[in-house]
């Protein structure tokens, strides 16, 4: 799966919340200042052509939809991240995060039984 840009993921974070929506719709999401409509048209199609969204034609216009899910490209990016920059190793990423963030262990113990929760 292609990584997106922070353009590109912000739309999709607009379309994973909506579901379906076409350009206009997309930037009614937008904070002010708003993108200009051309700026998030082309970027729709990029995400088209990426095979994250497809589209319906809707009279003149397009209703457009994720084909790839939240979760799913959630998986990917940590999993490229922890690759990346933790040699694959979830431990070095958490002990990365405790020391940078100064998370104690009561935290760490709370997260611990989450995880195990949802197993």
């Known amino acids: 799966m292609k990584q997106l840009t922070k353009a590109e ?7 994973w919340q909506l579901k379906k929506a076409n350009v206009k719709n997309i930037i009614d999401e937008f904070p002010k200042p708003k993108p200009a409509y ?5 970027i729709v199609r990029i995400l088209e052509s990426k095979g994250f969204v497809d589209y319906k034609k809707q009279g003149k216009g397009h209703i457009y939809f994720p084909l790839v899910q939240q979760q799913e490209y959630s998986n990917q990016s940590i999993n490229k991240l922890v690759d990346n920059y933790f040699q694959g190793s979830f431990k070095s ?21 989450e995880i195990n929760k949802r197993k």
């Not at 990423?93 to 039984?113: A, P, R, W």
Request: aromatic share 6%; glycine share 0%.
């Open 93 to 113: 990423m958490v002990s990365f995060f405790m020391k940078e963030n100064d998370i104690n262990l009561k935290e760490l113990e709370s997260v611990l039984k």
């Open 9 to 15: 993921e912000d739309i999709m974070q607009i379309l």
């Open 38 to 42: 051309n700026t998030v048209s082309t």
